[in-house]
């Protein structure tokens, strides 16, 4: 079993920056990758970056803005979001695949213009 508990969500104004957490317990390895997903209101779940040993990957939205990190020892993701927009309002989730996938309880971020 693994859990997932995420720390940093908040309200900032446009063009401000927030540093989401993610630390893990359980049995995981390395070689699972490590996601954040986020779900604006009245839209589907989206993935917004992921982190394995040898690559990463950001959604077109947040390229250049969000940097995601990870600390394997510790068992902990972070994503650095900056230069925050509006549209980046979202409730944001960490993920992990292993037997199955497991999601943390979600933390929100929310961009005034």
């Known amino acids: 079993q693994v859990q997932l508990v995420e720390s940093g969500g908040g309200f900032v104004q446009a063009g401000e920056s927030l540093t989401l957490s993610c630390a893990a317990s359980?049995?995981?390895?390395?070689?699972?990758?490590m996601d954040w997903y986020r779900q604006a209101p009245g839209k589907q779940r989206e993935l917004v970056a992921s982190?394995?040993?040898?690559?990463?990957n950001y959604a077109d939205s947040v390229k250049g803005r969000f940097t995601i990190t990870r600390d394997y020892l510790k068992k902990m993701v972070t994503l650095q979001m900056d230069g925050l927009r509006p549209e980046d309002t979202a409730v944001y989730y960490c993920?992990?695949?292993?037997?199955?996938?497991?999601w943390g309880q979600g933390t929100q971020v929310t961009v005034s213009p």
């Open positions: 982190i394995q040993p040898s690559a990463t």
């Open positions: 993920h992990v695949h292993t037997y199955k996938d497991f």
């Open positions: 359980g049995i995981m390895y390395a070689t699972n990758a």
